[in-house]
């Protein structure tokens, strides 16, 4: 992890690892993403099974994983992980049902009937990594949202493993969440299948789920048939310490991100300098026998950073400018200073509020903006699975009194068939 204490080279630094899925990478995986989508929009399910062959080693036939496989998962699974899994759904949902919009009447000024009215997506298709790691609480974190919308049908794509099968508390996770029909694809080709629709996988209204670069582009570029979650990027976490912190949370709660994937990125923005020179033992002492070490090596290398601040207001700045998707905050005073916090996807306030138990069950949901984008964007939720229709009832006392505002603003765009429709109605000269 590189150490500063200039700030002027810290924002440098911040910028520099704001970018790091962008560059020559991107640019090719731009070629390959649209090569897959043209295949899969033209040739359906047969190209769906190329690729999986192609890129996961197995043929995907039959594409749909038997509705008994997922209900098997689930009686199968562990007692002790099951009752945790029924946690997390449980505080999920509870938080998730907060979040559903109200219709918004308004009586207008001049006696018009005027409404905002919400109603869910029909169909939604959720995305849910595999390579790594299996993420059964992603499951949980996209399809109970969908679910709490009221969405009449969830569709999941999943890359299996080289033997054709989807990890089972993955499987089980779908079950416990309502999830209807479970795809054995991933990768750009699975998007485009829920963007354009097969054979076998039907055409969804919104895709949400985040996935790799190549993933992450095919969103892109089927967003406008569709609509979409974010876009999401390599995960990342910023922790805000003082004196106050302990050097072994702190050590722990980065590397729980960099574990993620080499393109994770962990930075601490600290007021105490005596922090500092004990994070590289710990970080080592941490390191020893873990299982996903080389993962984490490149992940602090290459995007780790660390800055030494003047004071804790230094820090904010510092934060604000990365819009991280998780804030953690080990200070005094935490809950005040994340007030004066503005970018952030997450913000974790306190010693006892480690970025993971967001991860699995505080109930906000998981799937947060990255690469900066919290400095215009927010969590997945209901939202994202609904959509809203304006109801505007006029009177013909209300219309008669505004049709003269509306003529002149029709007139004034040099748009001769809206005024025609005003002076039809009104008589107007």
């Known amino acids: 992890m590189r150490t500063t204490s200039d700030l002027e080279e810290a924002r440098s630094e911040i910028q520099r690892i704001s970018k790091r899925t962008s560059g020559d990478e991107q640019e090719k995986a731009i070629e390959t993403v649209t090569a897959i989508l043209a295949d899969v929009k033209k040739n359906g399910d047969q190209a769906l099974i190329s690729y999986t062959e192609k890129f996961d080693g197995f043929t995907p036939e039959p594409l749909l994983v038997n509705p008994e496989h997922l209900l098997k998962a689930w009686e199968q699974t562990p007692k002790d992980l099951k009752e945790a899994l029924e946690l997390a759904y449980k505080r999920i949902k509870h938080f998730h049902q907060k979040q559903i919009p109200s219709d918004l009447l308004v009586a207008g000024r001049h006696g018009e009937s005027l409404c905002r009215r919400w109603r869910p997506v029909k169909k939604a298709g959720i995305y849910i990594p595999g390579g790594r790691a299996s993420y059964p609480s992603t499951v949980l974190m996209n399809a109970i949202p ?30 416990l969440a309502g999830v209807h029909q479970v795809f054995r694809i991933g990768g750009a080709q699975s998007i485009g299948a829920l963007a354009y629709g097969t054979e076998t996988i039907p055409r969804v ?3 949400s789920g985040p996935g790799n670069i190549y993933v992450t582009l095919a969103k892109k570029f089927v967003f406008g048939k569709v609509g979409i979650d974010s876009l999401a990027g390599p995960s990342e976490v910023l ?5 106050s912190a302990q050097v072994q949370q702190i050590a722990s709660d980065l590397l729980a991100q960099a ?12 007021t105490n300098a005596n922090l500092v020179r004990q994070l590289p033992t710990e970080i080592d002492c941490q390191l020893k026998s873990h299982p996903r070490k080389e993962i984490c090596v490149s992940s602090l290398r290459d995007w780790g950073l660390v800055v030494i601040c003047p004071d804790i207001e230094a820090c904010v700045e510092l934060s604000d400018q990365f819009a991280p998707e998780h804030l953690e905050l080990l200070i005094e005073n935490a809950r005040d200073f994340a007030k004066i916090v503005n970018n952030a996807g997450a913000i974790f306030i306190g010693p006892w509020s480690p970025e993971a138990v967001g991860d699995y069950l505080a109930g906000p949901n998981h799937t947060l903006p990255t690469s900066g984008t919290a400095r215009f964007s927010g969590s997945l939720g209901v939202e994202t699975f609904m959509k809203n229709t304006s109801l505007i009832e006029f009177t013909q006392d209300s219309f008669n009194k505004t049709a003269a505002a509306v003529l002149k603003l029709a007139e004034s765009e040099g748009l001769h068939s809206h005024s025609e429709s005003i002076r039809i109605r009104s008589n107007l000269d």
């Open 146 to 175: 969908a679910q709490v919308a009221g969405v009449e049908e969830i569709s999941m794509v999943s890359p299996a493993g080289p033997d054709g099968e989807i990890n089972q508390t993955v499987l089980a996770a779908a079950h």
């Open 205 to 207: 209204d919104v895709i």
């Open 239 to 243: 922790i805000i310490a003082d004196k």
């Open 259 to 270: 574990e993620h994937d080499p393109l994770a990125a962990t930075i601490l923005l600290t």
